[in-house]
């Protein structure tokens, strides 16, 4: 496609010109602007602009969605017109940082943290869903599994369970991993201490109930305290807080400890504090903060099923559009490591079909060919787990698609609800979403996504027609 160097202007003046500029950056398909004011934005102006598909605010950064290949030129020609410098990604987030309050700083560092997760734990969760259609009861054969009547498949589906599982046996691993990068350490012990907490040695943490109502909770006796000698299987919050504290202890130690001996005191001591600090204060304190955090979850979705759907179903896309969704991600982990399924996680999946109902609905109300072009598109994008083009450069802009969806979804999550649909891992947050659902629950997740397909499509459709009759 050819450059047109008035849009790339058109797009600099959008934005508040040169000097509102902090810095920018590009990624596969969106500019990313960290601005000095983002009120100075000229929203009008910018959807206008035929190269651009949409534009969102997120985590203080100001996003133009562009396309893949063309947004490296038009990245190129910002940078020759303004003639400013470009920045790293990594730069320009930091510039938008300073944009961001206390609350906001929190959750983008929650997302910084479990984002870099997500390909694994998708990709677990997908495989796991192909464990589930070879191994559960009644899909293809009644009162039976597929492995049950054809046994050559049960050690392939035995194979795919454990590559499946890896991702959420050595969870803390990961976390660790990326948290203590996240937190300014080094990844490679956080990765160290987030084996550490699931070391074989330990009483593995989903038996730690069983070993309690038997008294065989094993201890260590250090000088007259017994500290509880348990693993954090699965468990978000111990490695996280133990990873905040093994990145600040490194990097004082770091700071004060000559570089000649740094090598071989800043890493032993580093893991020896924070692993001490683990098993006796943080460990402890955190695994019963989460266990009561999960059954409060449990309880409230329980006894106000409905009322727990409708909110959750209804409000999730707005969650996402204040990047708070990426909270909840914990949580899912968290739910499937206690309970063995998460009731969450279901319902995102509908509330991105239902973004993607909505954003398909747009293509038959609009004459518009830019805009049937980026609701097809950005439809099949949300229905396979990517909502924010269908969002922020369709269904927000014109606010009663948006609005549409959110019912579609409050109504289908209701149903979910109702029906105790769980899932066993978190998947692809779309159509193939089914597969991570346990088999036994496929029925209600089926009509509830039937209803996320069908209700944000009619109503924004309806409503489209009767806002352009009037």
């Known amino acids: 496609m050819e450059l047109n160097k008035r849009e790339v202007e058109q797009i600099l003046q959008a934005v508040g010109g040169r000097d509102n500029i902090a810095a920018v950056s590009h990624c596969v398909t969106r500019l990313r602007f960290a601005l000095k004011d983002e009120s100075q934005v000229d929203k009008t102006l910018l959807e206008s602009i035929g190269i651009v598909k949409g534009s969102f605010s997120s985590n203080g950064e100001f996003q133009v969605v562009i396309g893949q290949g063309l947004v490296n030129k038009v990245y190129d020609a910002l940078l020759h017109i303004a003639d400013i410098t470009g920045a ?149 919050l111990p490695v996280l807080i133990s990873s905040y504290v093994l990145a600040k202890v490194e990097t004082y130690l770091a700071k004060r400890i000559p570089d000649m001996f740094r090598l071989l005191l800043v890493a032993p001591i580093s893991l020896l504090v924070t692993g001490f600090l683990s098993f006796t204060v943080i460990g402890p304190l955190t695994f019963g903060v989460a266990n009561a955090l999960t059954s409060g979850f449990v309880t409230l979705f329980d006894t106000f099923s409905i009322l727990g759907g409708l909110l959750y179903g209804g409000l999730y896309a707005l969650l996402v559009v204040t990047g708070m969704h990426h909270t909840f991600l914990a949580v899912d982990l968290q739910l499937i490591a206690s309970t063995g399924g998460t009731f969450l996680w279901p319902m995102l999946a509908l509330s991105n079909i239902s973004q993607g109902s909505a954003a398909l609905a747009m293509m038959f109300v609009t004459r518009e060919e830019k805009l049937r072009g980026m609701s097809l598109t950005s439809a099949v994008s949300a229905f396979l787990g990517i909502t924010e083009p269908a969002m922020f450069g369709v269904n927000i802009r014109y606010r009663y698609p948006f609005v549409s969806a959110m019912i579609g979804s409050a109504i289908g999550a209701v149903i979910l609800t109702m029906s105790k649909v769980k899932a066993a891992s978190i998947g692809v947050g779309g159509l193939p979403g089914f597969l991570s659902i346990f088999p036994e629950h496929w029925g209600p997740f089926f009509i509830g996504m039937a209803v996320a397909l069908l209700v944000p499509f009619l109503l924004t459709f309806l409503l489209g027609k009767t806002r352009k009759a009037q």
């Open 88 to 236: 790293t990604r990594q730069e320009t987030k930091e510039a938008a940082v300073k944009n961001l309050n206390p609350f906001q700083r929190a959750v983008k560092t929650l997302g910084d943290i479990f984002i870099p997760l997500l390909p694994a734990i998708v990709t677990a969760g997908l495989l796991m869903g192909i464990n589930n259609v070879l191994t559960g009861k009644g899909i293809f054969y009644p009162d039976a599994s597929l492995v049950d009547v054809h046994q050559q498949w049960k050690d392939f589906a035995g194979i795919i369970n454990l590559i499946a599982n890896t991702a959420f046996v050595f969870l803390p691993g990961l976390i660790g991993w990326s948290a203590v990068k996240r937190f300014g350490g080094s990844e490679l012990l956080g990765m160290v201490l987030g084996l550490m907490l699931i070391h074989p040695d330990l009483l593995n943490a989903w038996g730690y109930a069983q070993a309690v109502a038997e008294g065989k909770v094993p201890y260590w006796h250090l000088f007259g305290w017994d500290i509880a000698k348990i693993g954090y299987q699965g468990q978000v």
